[in-house]
């Protein structure tokens, strides 16, 4: 069965800073992967997805991903980080019938 | 163009009462998803409907849990006999009619349900 980890709990950053939130998923075939986004008390807004093709993927934001096969990753990145990015970043692979898988979660605090 | 929408978005019940969560799906959606998110946790899948269809409930608990996607009006969440336990944010996600694994999934804003 297909399984999500985000190994960090949580990440602290200082505004202006570069930010990565690890993703790293266990499926056997072609995953398709998402990144999602909540703030506190809200649901979830999608930040970007990979399905196939070009292996970097641009979302809202100025976030990206990255899939990379050989390492079984799906890595966050934002060049520099504003405040407002403050908040609970879910990575999620998704296989049969729709079923998406979700990590834990990882939890930004920006510094200012 | 509206998003998905859930209400009530706060619900107190009492223990042994009965909760009902509503979803109603994008426009032209007709995939409805229901994942429930404990305290510091992520979302776990729940249950997969279309319309008047369960596709897949392999993630909904086996007694008091029930939805259903009626041909007209909302999906149902509903927890019968509620346990403290049950306390949790519940999320309604709607697809596209494709219904094709990797269609991305919308999310409503949460229905979050305290059981005293």
């Known amino acids: 069965a297909q399984s999500v980890t985000q190994p960090d709990i949580h990440i602290t950053v200082s505004e202006g800073a570069s930010l990565e939130l690890r993703c790293n998923y266990s499926?056997?075939?072609?995953?398709?992967l998402f990144w999602y986004v909540q703030s506190p008390g809200q649901g979830l807004q999608l930040l970007l997805k990979?399905?196939?093709?070009?292996?970097l993927v641009q979302g809202i934001k100025g976030f990206e991903a990255e899939f990379k096969r050989s390492q079984s990753s799906f890595n966050l990145r934002k060049p520099s980080v504003h405040w407002s990015d403050a908040a609970e970043y879910f990575c999620a692979v998704v296989a049969n019938n729709n079923d998406m898988r979700f990590g834990a979660g990882t939890r930004l605090t920006v510094k200012p | 163009n509206a998003g998905v929408m859930q209400n009530p978005r706060h619900l107190v019940r009492r223990r042994g009462q009965e909760a009902r969560l509503r979803c109603s799906p994008m426009?032209?959606?007709?995939?409805v998803y229901w994942y429930r998110q404990l305290p510091e946790e992520g979302l776990k899948f729940m249950v997969y409907?279309?319309?008047?269809?369960?596709?897949?409930e392999s993630g909904m608990p086996k007694e008091r849990f029930s939805a259903e996607f009626p041909k007209e009006g909302p999906s149902i969440l509903r927890i019968q006999q509620v346990v403290r336990g049950d306390s949790a944010a519940y999320f309604c996600a709607s697809s596209a009619t494709s219904g094709g694994a990797g269609d991305t999934q919308y999310f409503g804003p949460g229905t979050r349900l305290t059981v005293l």
């Open positions: 409907l279309q319309k008047e269809n369960i596709i897949d």
């Open positions: 499926y056997g075939a072609t995953p398709y």
């Open positions: 426009k032209g959606h007709s995939h």
């Open positions: 990979y399905f196939s093709g070009d292996t």
